[in-house]
Nanobody, 124 residues
């Protein structure tokens, strides 16, 4: 089993920056892709970003391209999401996710492991 714990959430004004971290523990050798999803109130969970085991492949949702950067530290079993130029539309609960699959997908069903989520609130 794999456990994921997010940290770094909080409140920020529009235009500001935040950095999220996700620490993985347990059977981390099972992890290949790690990613971030978010869910706003009343909306479905949506893909934000993902990164391959080597860090050589990264993927981003259209709404965050150019503003968010995902990175990975395998020595620490940690993935980070650097968020800049934040907008009120970025508000939501951000979830860390991981999958043993060696292929990318933006579907939530592709990811076997999930964190509890951390709240991000961006005020205008």
């Amino acid at each position: 089993q794999v456990q994921l714990v997010e940290s770094g959430g909080g409140s920020v004004q529009a235009g500001g920056s935040l950095r999220l971290s996700c620490a993985a523990s347990g059977r981390t050798a099972n992890i290949y892709y790690m990613g971030w999803f978010r869910q706003a109130p009343g909306k479905e969970r949506e893909f934000v970003a993902a990164i391959s085991w080597s860090g050589g492949r990264t993927y981003y949702g259209d709404s965050v391209k150019g503003r968010f950067t995902i990175s990975r530290d395998n020595a620490k079993n940690t993935v980070h999401l650097q968020m800049s130029s934040l907008k009120p539309g970025d508000t939501g609960v951000y979830y860390c996710a991981a999958t043993p699959a060696a292929a990318f997908s933006y579907h939530t069903s592709w990811y076997a492991y999930w964190g509890q989520g951390t709240q991000i609130t961006v005020s205008s």
